[in-house]
């Protein structure tokens, strides 16, 4: 962790700077951050710019299979909003800490982005809610935070936003319903729910027990990712639209016993990431269109 706040502003500015040789004269009105899968979102921008992550000073590697690693600016839609894509992200499981998993946000508001796109791929907790499914995130719990693994840990960057930064209004009502309205309008048949994300560190997925303690807790959804970023977004003043596409349906009933006599196989309903990358997959042409229809309304 960097404890020297002008250090942090620093490291920053170079970062904004280095971008601004690459798309000069380019100012987005949204950063899109794509999930597991859903890189597909990157190819909608028309004119696009390209930029690795490993080119940027201070943003680290993508290590995650479904995660490229690359900014894509360039415009959406038939109004061409100009954006900024993130085509996979950066996780707290991969070892890094969130001040480096959150560092694209904080770059994204000096470029001069006004909202933050958030999507990811998690498993349902929610019995109603099926692999392919989408939700849009209304509230989140986070559960590294509930321990002091937090994203506002340390000096407070006062540039940005207030010590003490509320969370009540942390995803965007009349964003949610631009989401809504462009699924409506596209005649979109996926289900679409409203929910709230449960946010774990990962990289295992969860047992049985815990999925059980997610839904009692008031979880719809699960997911390794996400609520840092719409943390440090709100921090920025950014507006917040966040979409899970439900990958998997998480193991909730008790193992079989040993005492069974015919116990079920233990690995029935087990979730996988070649999985979460299939649904993602599939459902991807849908939460493209989705998107580019939200953002060309920004």
Known sequence: MITD???HYRIILGAKSF????VPDFTPKALIICGSGLGGIGALIQSPVEIYYPEIPGFQTSTVPGHEGKLVFGYIGTNKTPVMCM?????????YDFEETTFPVRVAKELGCEIVVVTNAAGGINAEYKPGDLM?????????GFSGFHPLRGPNLEKYGPRFQPLSDAYDLELRKKFFNAAKDLGITRSIHEGTYFYVSGPTFESRAESRAIRILGGDAVGMSTVPEVIVARHCGLRVLALSLITNACVVDPPASAMDENPIALDTGMASHAEVLEYANAASKDVQKIIEATVNEF
Do not use: A, M, S
């Open 19 to 22: 971008i601004q040789t690459k």
């Open 87 to 95: 085509v996979g992200r950066l996780h707290f499981y991969e070892g």
């Open 136 to 144: 849009i995130i209304y509230d989140h719990l986070n559960i590294p």
């Open 5 to 7: 706040v002008d250090e």
